[in-house]
């Protein structure tokens, strides 16, 4: 399927901001749904198919007030199901794991082990290990987290949820690599790069793009070369992306490059970096009537500490966006014989970090029930603090593209 980029370009141009919640005529076709109760949700399922369920968070990030914390798993308490009941979890671990080191906030992140474990206990199961802050302890910091993922996927590899990485490797300047995953009927390619680094030395052990256009074009080129080597359902690609923070927009110019990658031979774009939720995207053939490939713009953070003074007054606020993330559960399905995947069904659950009043920050569902339990906890700024990022997050677009 060759992607038409001139096809979208009207929907590029559309804020994220937008109130409209009916259907938007452009060239491809967009729908803008609110939808009550946190869930958003598409089906094309289909009994006679094999599925497979993914779940794609945002970064896991620890600032003091999230290591501060005395038990790590009380985070993913309420999530943990929902986590687990996908086949494959996917997240983004923005911070060297070494535990010789103390842990450390910002600007030069470090986690111990019990943190990111911590997740993998609630259910996630597969990582991006390389973004901005990947080298943020130098190389043996650097060493240290790769040799923690090379353990801790052997620690897994027999277990009923292995756990897999991506993004670091051990010698220098090799070809960016990936993972090959296989479960049953499937087999699933799982690569992570990033394009943003906050310093430049030891980017050789890791997969980094340049956001440069002679070095994009490599890389597509060993997309391809990938693909040649492995015939794979699905083709997931994490890029930890060279765009602003805090923004919601997505720009003309970083869509087009998505669906570049697209063209080469990636089923799945899950980028990252901003730190609030963006815009996602179904494309799928006409004829079919059937998506086939995604876009995640960016999920947001799943935990991290930087919304910890909320303005309860003024949910609305830029930084207000970091409390809250998107996990996005999607169903894959192909038919018996078929090796041809196509996206059955989609589920969105947005998230919020919650400051409860044991000062732990914890995840929950940003949803109607949170807020009538924050109510009933005598917690009414908090409630209806809640309520507001609730309908302003449900506002964030999802559109389907036909070709």
Not at 235 to 245: Q, R, Y
Not at 385 to 400: A, L
Request: glycine fraction near 4%; include cysteine.
């Amino acid at each position: 399927m060759k992607l038409r980029y001139s096809l979208i370009l009207p929907v590029a141009l559309l804020s994220l901001f937008s109130c409209k919640t009916v259907p938007e005529k452009t060239s491809s076709e967009t729908a803008v749904v609110s939808v009550p109760q946190n869930l958003q949700r598409h089906s094309d399922a289909d009994s006679s198919s094999y599925a497979l369920t993914l779940l794609f968070g945002g970064d896991i990030m620890a600032h003091s007030q999230n290591f501060g914390m005395s038990d790590f798993s009380a985070i993913w308490k309420d999530v943990a199901s929902l986590v687990r009941s996908a086949d494959f979890s996917f997240a983004n671990i923005e911070a060297p794991v070494d535990d010789e080191l103390p842990y450390s906030a910002y600007p030069n992140f470090n986690m111990h082990r019990e943190y990111p474990e911590a997740a993998i206990n609630a259910g996630f199961n597969v990582f991006s290990v390389v973004n901005n802050h990947s080298n943020d302890q130098g190389y043996s910091g650097m060493m240290r987290t790769y040799d923690w993922t090379e353990k801790t996927g052997r620690t897994y590899a027999d277990s009923p949820r292995p756990v897999y990485f991506s993004g670091l490797h051990a010698e220098k300047n090799e070809p960016v690599d990936y993972v090959v995953i296989n479960k049953g009927h499937w087999k699933i390619i799982f690569c992570a790069v990033t394009e943003v680094l906050n310093r430049n030395d030891y980017k050789e052990y890791m997969n980094y793009v340049s956001p440069n256009t002679k070095s994009r074009r490599a890389f597509e080129e060993r997309i391809r070369e990938i693909k040649r080597q492995n015939q794979c359902d699905i083709f997931i690609l994490s890029i930890h992306a060279a765009v602003p923070e805090y923004v919601r927009e997505v720009s003309p110019v970083q869509r087009k490059y998505y669906y570049e990658l697209l063209d080469s031979g990636v089923d799945v774009v899950w980028a990252n970096h901003p730190h609030v939720v963006q815009e996602r995207e179904l494309i799928g053939k006409k004829e079919s009537g059937s998506c086939s490939k995604l876009i995640m713009y960016a999920n947001g953070n799943t935990i991290s500490g930087q919304r910890r003074e909320p303005a309860l007054d003024d949910p609305a606020g830029q930084r207000e966006y970091t409390g809250d993330g998107l996990l996005y559960k999607v169903t894959y399905t192909k038919k018996t014989g078929s090796s041809s995947a196509v996206i059955a069904d989609t589920e969105t659950y947005y998230i919020t970090t919650y400051i409860n009043t044991a000062y732990q920050f914890v995840v929950k569902f940003l949803d109607d029930d949170f807020t009538q339990y924050l109510k009933n906890a005598g917690r009414s700024r908090w409630a209806s603090y809640i309520s507001e990022r609730k309908k302003i997050m449900e506002k964030t677009k999802e559109t389907k593209t036909w070709l």
